[in-house]
């Protein structure tokens, strides 16, 4: 995930590419000088820039922190998806969130939307 995240490529015809370059080549910087042009461009206030995140998608830690296997834990588990992925480890979110923060707020983004897994809180699937 941090390769597809962090080395991200916008070709000038608008398409995509994720080529094993340094971070500082990648779509952020990219995503920084836009923020700074269109700020600069008297869009009306509070215009906000942000990222989102899906929880099996990127949070990792599927055994960490009190939370419980779920549905899509047991469904990659038994072996069912493409090649035997899982979300396990997804971007590690969960480990590297203070990182994954701090290059957001560095690329002038001022909202984030995440989702966490109702596993984590809601393990036995219910309140108590």
Partial sequence: ?????DNLLLKPNGMAKAPNMPYEQG???????????????????PF????ATAAYQVEGGWNKGGRA?????EFTHAEK???GHTGDVACDFFHKY?????RMKGSGFNAFRFSISWSRLMPHGKRN
Wanted: overall charge negative.
């Fill in 1 to 5: 995930c941090n390769a597809a995240a």
């Fill in 48 to 51: 906000m820039w942000g990222t």
């Fill in 69 to 73: 296997p779920s549905i899509w834990d």
């Fill in 27 to 45: 779509i952020l910087p990219l995503l920084a000088t836009a923020v700074q042009k269109v700020e600069g461009s008297g869009i009306a206030k």
């Fill in 98 to 102: 203070a990182g994954d923060m701090a």
């Fill in 81 to 83: 998806a493409h090649n």
